[in-house]
């Protein structure tokens, strides 16, 4: 018997020459087959720690709830119900394979409508800064039916896999935050000699996503590497967190509720806030707008986010903690300058985009347009040290924009 036969792995007993690789110690070796099988009993024991009660104590609904009050200004119903969800989805996650009572927990997928700006996406993000498991914003614009020019619905999970640094145990217990859910609507409630493919096509597609099956997800994207091995993904334990502005669903709120009067007929919604129309929303009214009752059910969860009013807008601009006041005080701090904002200043910012009705992404337009020749000039002239915005500035720098002499409608 030759000396390598002699040598032998001392946890499965293979000879040398059976193994690929086989490492020495002082006083044992071990094959590479046992060092895999031993790695995965490691990272199996540490995922299952992972969620541990300890972790949960600090990630209770109304822990959650403050930490978003940091980034984002009001919604609070739409924080609360993502507080929850989040809350119990964790829960989920340790509730053991079986149980006396043979309950199992489902997953609550939720659908949030919200007008452009009012926060839907700063919610998602605000969520990713305090969770510890992977998330990831999928939008929904660029999806469509497999076989199309576009994205396949898989590629949702491809983020969410890349986010987990391709760990399936982490990846599995994720959340996705798909953005623009509204722009997969029906086109039309009659039928089409042509196929829907970036909109009902979706949504189908989605349905078994949503619900909780094993999805074979191209690692690096679906259509660039069709030779990759695909990576088997049970969606059963990841939330899905949608959102959409839903342009036009006020119309069909306003209909099931009969608020509209014609004529001599009495109007029944005499109590109806008609200027938010969106905090009356019901699943109803998704299968109007144009999603299919397959989606709505697996997304039972449906919230709102009420439009921005003034007192929001100003508060947007100068509370959280990435206000944008506290940005531009940050870019102009790092070039040695120190800047300030007159609240008077803020008032005539607010109005502005008050007028353009965009949230508070037409707070950064304005706020871009004002700061744009300071920026200029300021970082080239060592002699500057201080820049106080005042009213008036702002007023000359608006003046010289030929877009807000534009009537917003």
């Known amino acids: ?21 086989l490492i020495a110690g002082t006083s044992a070796h071990i094959c590479d087959a046992c060092i895999e099988q031993a790695h995965e009993i490691v990272k199996e024991d540490l995922n299952d720690d992972l969620f541990s009660a300890e972790d949960f104590a600090l990630l209770k609904p109304k822990a959650i709830n403050e930490h978003l009050n940091d980034f984002v200004i009001g919604q609070e119903d739409a924080k609360k119900v993502i507080s929850v969800a989040v809350y119990n989805h964790y829960k989920r996650l340790m509730q053991p394979d079986t149980t006396e009572e043979d309950i199992e927990i489902e997953k609550s997928n939720i659908i949030m409508v919200g007008r452009t700006g009012t926060g839907k996406t700063l919610i998602a ?17 660029v999806l469509t039916e497999a076989g199309y020019v576009g994205e396949d619905v898989e590629s949702i999970l491809t983020r969410l896999l ?64 069709p030779d990759q091995k695909m990576i088997a993904l049970d969606t059963k334990d990841i939330l899905f967190i949608s959102g959409g502005a839903f342009d036009g669903i006020e119309r069909h709120i306003s209909n099931r509720m009969n608020t509209q009067s014609i004529g001599f007929k009495s109007n029944k919604g005499n109590d109806i806030e008609k200027d938010n129309l969106l905090q009356y929303i019901s699943p109803q009214d998704l299968k109007s707008f144009g999603l299919i009752p397959e989606l709505i059910g697996r997304m039972p969860v449906v919230t709102y986010l009420n439009p921005l009013d003034r007192k929001a807008l100003k508060l947007i601009l100068t509370e959280p903690k990435n206000a944008l006041t506290k940005q531009y005080q940050k870019l102009f701090d790092m070039d040695g300058i120190a800047l300030t904002f007159d609240k008077k200043a ?37 002699s500057k040290k201080d820049l106080k915005i005042t009213a008036a500035y702002v007023k000359a720098q608006l003046t010289k924009l030929s877009f807000t002499k534009l009537k917003v409608a």
């Open 125 to 141: 993000k605000s969520i990713a800064k305090l969770l510890n498991v992977p998330f990831c914003i999928a939008d929904a614009t």
């Open 1 to 21: 018997m030759s000396e390598s036969e002699k040598v032998i792995c001392s946890f499965c007993g293979k000879n040398k020459q059976d193994t690929n690789i």
């Open 346 to 382: 803020i008032d005539i910012i607010v109005d502005k985009a008050m007028e353009f009705k965009l949230g508070a992404r037409g707070l950064r337009s304005i706020c871009e347009a004002v700061m744009l020749d300071a920026m200029f000039e300021f970082p080239s002239d060592e």
């Open 162 to 225: 890349q986010a987990a640094n391709y760990d399936i145990e982490q990846a599995r217990r994720g959340i996705v935050f798909i953005d623009e859910i509204d722009k997969v609507a029906r086109k039309s409630d009659n039928p089409s000699i042509t196929r829907d493919v970036s909109g009902e096509g979706v949504q189908q597609a989605m349905l078994k996503l949503l619900e909780g099956t094993i999805v074979n997800v191209p690692p690096q994207g679906g259509r660039k590497h």
